[in-house]
């Protein structure tokens, strides 16, 4: 059992930066490869980023590619988001992910935290 919970959401500016976090207290942290997805209003959940678990390779989405950075710290079972350069259409709830394989796939994630509301204004 892995329970996930994101931190770091709220308003931001366009152009401003925020960063999520995304905690874990189970303990196969370390064996899991992590990851992000948004979901808007009226639109599918997407994937945005996907770090290995051991934190060597990473995967974006294009239209994060260069703004978004996502890392993690295994000694502190958790994952981050550095979210730089944001756009208005980066307003979504942003949602943590674990799966044993790193996938860029909503349908094959195991593991969701329950979201955290990042809204970017005008």
């Known amino acids: 059992q892995v329970q996930l919970v994101e931190s770091g959401g709220g308003l931001v500016q366009a152009g401003g930066s925020l960063r999520l976090s995304c905690a874990t207290d189970g303990r196969a942290f370390s064996r899991l490869a992590m990851g992000w997805f948004r979901q808007a209003p009226g639109k599918e959940r997407e994937f945005v980023a996907a770090i290995t678990s051991s934190g060597d390779n990473t995967h974006y989405a294009d239209f994060v590619k260069g703004r978004f950075t996502i890392s993690r710290d295994n000694a502190k079972n958790t994952v981050y988001l550095q979210m730089s350069t944001l756009k208005p259409e980066d307003t979504a709830v942003y949602y943590c992910?674990?799966?044993?394989?790193?996938?860029?796939?909503?349908?094959?994630?195991?593991?969701w935290g329950p979201g955290t509301q990042v809204t970017v204004s005008s």
């Open positions: 992910s674990g799966d044993p394989v790193i996938t860029t796939r909503r349908e094959l994630v195991d593991y």
